[in-house]
């Protein structure tokens, strides 16, 4: 049996230790209605069953083929040494740090985080990570709640959908009222009039869609009210374009695959939240601070533990227990790795590529939106529905297009992503298969809806 | 564990002064800081806010926990430690002077006779 | 870049990373890891935790599922929707209910969706305005009024009784039609398995309140017992408990939730649901509280409990619970023997509550044990026990790492009667000492300060 060391002899010498006849005998206080039930699961799999299966369920599914998604999820370089390092057996099977003697590897790498994503971000403080972005801003609108103890929050249409439903589900219990701003034609989101009954200005940057949006004049609107802004930012992109800081975001928050996570269908990556100094108090999360030990070491220890739910119960500032410690590891250690150049380098290389992308569509005849200010990602207005064209494109062997939905009334639509690991090969690939489903040429011989 | 005989006391661990001018001065008792640890944060009520007799007013934040410090009197608040927001450990040093919380303009100066007495405090605290 | 994307969008300064040669990166890292307990190096009996070891083979499962994204076209991720699919099935069998979401990312996520779901369910009966209380025992973990508040609603607790159980008088007196849901784990968190379960649950159904199972304490009843036979209407999983994904230093988690047929259509999307021969994200569920999280759930993690379900069938998890009741039972009558007083002195399940020696504080004890290279249990929880320390070995330990323990336990108590200074010196052997843990609340620092700053 697999995991279970016991032999017959041990079972039989705890028994005796412990002073009953039977293992049954430690479950008298199960009632016997309810006690060993048959279980209907499949029959147990040896290793290399196992992996045999394993690898038949994989090769159901395309991997490493030219892939143009994004969405909130895009593949990047990763060096080797950044896995290696990062998943350690010490680092991948430790326990939260409560007992900081014994824990500096992880207390000391998320010191470390921190100080990263404050640098990247502009902002002071950062706590240990989240689950994801998204619940990351709901939880960021939670605190705008509390700080400023108004009822509503505003929102740009062009924050991420599914960001979007998770606010919605996080701030329907608790009354709070969601007004969304919409869009203009260029698909950024125009500087709306802040009322004073607001307690949070939400906006993407760059936006769901891929565009660039106007930072600086949200925070003033925001500010103006009396709100705050909660910039929800892209951190790969951070090292290229100005940072929240910079502009006076009250809250940076966004996901942080992008920084040295893997795909994997979609998780599990990280949130971060970084935020002003006046705002500490009502950080949800862990936050790591720097000490010293009995001997004037420099040391390293959670702290400000009072705000979360293992002691203020129902009254913490969120019921978040855990961060995604590993993941934002990984981010730690990638980062380190890339060092600001490295980073800098891949963002640039992303750039250029959804550039060239762009540029190559366009004199294919492809309609794509006019907006020339984006970062990895952007619109391609399309004659198939969006969700049609990325299958018809998947068996043509490309990974390609993130439907655009209803909601931004642009007709049929995806968002077409590069990164600095997209090659002029995986470009003439998209191409051959945009040219294959007639999505090319398509510019002045139709009206495209 | 001291315990001044010209205070009164709320089993959950607060004194107040008698009421002068209808203000009392309101904190927590040596043998509640010594229960929490060294403090490390203090929230106190905002100026103007009104409280009912057992209404949780403040909150104590020591390393270990935190603990809310309910209004022992019903009554307005008009003044708070400010200080303490800097300096939270006076709570620790002096939680008889320089630790005090705030004060409040009481709607009754009456009840406060009816508060614990310090042996009946006393008491209290030795349960605890 | 300011040609392409605007001169006022870019950053003035970079971000001052770490600039280092990949070998100081490769060193820095290592001993890190140096400086660090974990389940690989050291026995690590955390009560609550589930501390058993992460099988190897699990990341090599994982590792080929890597290159996902969540969006490509689903009649191309068929086998990553199969393998969730099947793990939606399996988690149903394994808890005894009729609905799986994979979606939340921690225990306390899915306490967030499971509460929310029950929200819906009587929001949609009418019954909103007039529940507005949530119940949970004195034991429960900080999750789970915590959750109730962000759910919006009021937190009463009920005592525990002198036997370990939740005082069933106080129990009942404290349902009522106000009563939205009550929240329990089974065995609780002193490890006591509820023996009234049945009559709790029919005692809350009868009042129209639902009945919430926090499923961190699974691992002593997994493959022998099902929350969903003992009446509850929803349940979380802690998969890094219970199924092994690895704790990581504080996460990620994972925590699926299930329910009975009736709260499905609260549950969030999308669900992973089969269409003829083909597996779809099937996110048409119009009565659904909504997301919880972006995409679908921590598939990495999803992939390494859907292994471990796989290794073991249904017999293999029957082993686990008797083996990890057996360890903690055996563990307890050591632990006596040693000179702990065990709080409640009886049958427990998977891990149980020990206290001291008088006099002994649970606080220096744990960091004397850190000096012997075995971690302490958990200490100070629950909160209902003076100096708790709480204990669960879990079922990959053998006998003898346990005697070791035990022998560990005894020389410290030992010493410290001999020297009471030994105590609250400790720990002493470690990469560093007992930490300022004042200042570092008092006067936080939290990231590096730059001498430029």
């Known amino acids: 049996m697999p995991y279970v060391p016991h032999t017959d002899d041990d079972v039989r010498r705890a028994l005796a230790a412990i002073g009953v006849d039977g293992v049954d005998d430690l479950f008298v206080d199960v009632p016997a209605e309810i006690l060993d039930p048959p279980l209907d699961l499949p029959a147990p799999m040896d290793e290399v069953t196992l992996l045999a299966h394993l690898d038949g369920l994989a090769a159901l599914d395309q991997q490493a083929v030219p892939t143009f998604l994004g969405g909130g999820v895009r593949r990047h370089f990763i060096p080797t040494v950044t896995p290696r390092l990062a998943m350690q057996g010490e680092f991948v099977t430790a326990y939260t740090p409560y007992q900081a003697e014994v824990a500096q590897g992880v207390l000391q790498s998320t010191f470390e985080f921190q100080t990263m994503m404050s640098e990247l971000t502009g902002l002071p403080i950062a706590n240990a990570s989240m689950y994801d972005g998204a619940s990351a801003v709901a939880e960021a609108a939670l605190l705008a709640v509390r700080q400023t103890r108004r009822e509503t929050v505003a929102v740009s249409r062009a924050v991420h959908p599914e960001t979007r439903e998770v606010l919605q589900t996080y701030l329907w219990p608790l009354d709070i009222d969601i007004e969304v701003v919409d869009l203009e034609p260029s698909l950024t989101t125009p500087v709306p009039a802040v009322g004073d009954h607001v307690a949070a200005l939400i906006v993407q940057d760059p936006n769901h869609l891929g565009y660039l949006e106007d930072m600086p004049a949200m925070a003033a609107a925001a500010h103006a009210a009396g709100a705050l802004l909660i910039a929800v930012v892209d951190p790969l992109a951070l090292a290229v374009l100005r940072e929240p800081g910079s502009y006076g975001a009250d809250v940076a928050v966004g996901d942080g695959q992008v920084l040295g996570v893997p795909m994997q269908y979609g998780g599990p990556a990280f949130g971060f939240m970084v935020v002003t100094d006046a705002l500490l108090r009502q950080l949800p999360g862990r936050l790591v601070g720097q000490t010293n030990d009995a001997d004037g070491r420099r040391a390293f220890v959670l702290t400000l533990q009072a705000r979360e739910q293992h002691i203020r119960r129902s009254k913490a500032k969120s019921n978040i227990c855990s961060n995604h410690q590993l993941a934002a590891l990984l981010a730690t250690v990638n980062m380190a790795a890339l060092g600001p150049a490295g980073l800098r380098e891949m963002a640039e290389g992303t750039v250029r590529r959804a550039h060239q992308l762009a540029a190559a569509l366009r004199s294919a005849g492809a309609d794509v939106a006019p907006n020339e200010r984006f970062f990895a990602e952007f619109v391609l207005r399309t004659r198939a529905e969006g969700v049609t064209l990325r299958r018809r494109l998947a068996k043509r062997g490309v990974r390609a297009g993130v439907p655009v939905p209803e909601e931004y009334g642009i007709g049929s639509g995806v968002t077409l992503a590069a990164t600095e690991l997209t090659t002029d090969a995986d470009i003439e690939a998209l191409l051959a298969a945009l040219h294959d489903v007639g999505e090319l040429g398509v510019v002045g011989t139709e009206v495209v809806a | 564990m001291k315990i001044p005989e010209e205070l009164r006391f709320a089993a959950s661990h607060e004194w107040a002064t008698e009421p002068s001018d209808g203000i009392v001065t309101v904190g927590i008792t040596d043998f509640a800081q010594d229960q929490l640890g060294d403090v490390v944060f203090v929230e106190l009520p905002d100026v103007g806010r009104t409280l009912a007799a057992g209404e949780a007013a403040a909150v104590v934040e020591s390393v270990k926990t935190a603990s809310d410090i309910y209004a022992p009197l019903a009554g307005e608040v008009v003044e708070v430690n400010g200080a303490l927001l800097e300096a939270p450990e006076a709570i620790n040093t002096d939680a008889y002077g320089e630790g005090w919380l705030f004060r409040l303009r009481v709607a009754d100066a009456d009840a406060w006779d009816g508060m614990l007495d310090p042996d009946a405090y006393a008491a209290v605290a030795e349960e605890g | ?453």
């Open chain 3, 1 to 453: 870049m300011a040609e392409l994307l605007g001169e006022e969008a870019l950053r003035a300064h970079p971000p001052r990373l770490p600039e280092v040669s990949e070998l100081d990166l490769v060193r820095h890292y290592t001993q890190l890891a140096h400086r660090q307990f974990s389940i690989d190096g050291n026995f690590y009996p955390l009560g609550s935790c589930t501390m058993k070891y992460n099988p190897k083979l699990h990341e090599d499962a994982a590792d080929r599922f890597l290159d996902l994204h969540p969006y490509q076209d689903p009649d191309h991720a068929q086998g990553i929707l199969a393998l969730l699919h099947g793990l939606q099935s399996d988690l149903a069998t394994i808890t005894g209910m009729d609905a799986i979401s994979l979606q939340p990312a921690a225990g306390a996520h899915g306490e967030l969706t499971g509460i929310l779901m029950i929200r819906a369910f009587h929001e949609a009966n009418g019954e909103g305005a007039q529940r507005r209380v949530v119940i949970c025992p004195d034991g429960a973990h900080g999750t789970n009024p915590a959750t109730a508040s962000m759910a919006g609603y009021d937190v009463v607790e009920v005592p525990t009784g002198p036997d370990g159980e939740v005082d069933i008088d106080a129990f009942e007196a404290a349902l009522g039609p106000d009563t939205a849901a009550v929240m329990l784990t089974n065995p609780n968190t002193l490890g006591i398995f509820e023996r009234r379960i049945l009559r709790m649950s029919e005692a809350a159904h009868a009042v129209g309140a639902q009945l919430y199972y926090d499923g961190a304490n699974l691992n002593a009843i997994v493959g022998r017992a099902r929350p969903g036979d003992m009446g509850f209407d929803v349940v979380h999983l802690n998969l890094h408990k219970t199924f092994t994904t690895p704790h990581g230093g504080g996460g990620p988690g994972t925590g699926p939730v299930g329910v009975k047929a009736h709260l499905a259509p609260y549950l969030p999307v999308p669900l992973v649901a089969r269409e003829g021969d083909r597996y779809v994200l099937d996110g048409h569920r119009p009565r659904s509280i909504g997301r919880m999280r972006s995409f679908y759930g921590n598939v990495g993690n999803l992939v390494r409990a859907y292994a471990y379900i796989r290794t073991l069938g249904a017999e293999g998890l029957r082993r686990v619970s008797s083996m990890a009741v057996l360890n903690a039972n055996y563990l307890r009558t050591k632990m006596k023997d040693a000179g702990f007083t065990i709080a409640f002195d009886r049958i427990n399940m998977h891990e149980f509550v020990a206290q001291p020696p008088a006099g002994l504080r649970t606080l220096d004890i744990a960091k004397a044990l850190l000096d012997h290279g075995v971690h302490p249990m958990t200490v100070y929880f629950p909160l209902i026990v003076k100096e708790a320390m709480m204990v669960e070995p879990t079922e990959t330990e053998s006998l003898e790492t346990l005697d070791a323990y035990a022998t560990v336990l005894a020389e410290v108590l030992e010493r410290a009667e001999a020297d009471p200074a030994y105590l609250a010196d400790a720990p002493r052997h470690t990469p560093v000492r007992r930490l300022d843990e004042t200042t570092a609340a008092r006067k936080p620092v939290l990231r590096f300060g730059f001498a430029a700053d």
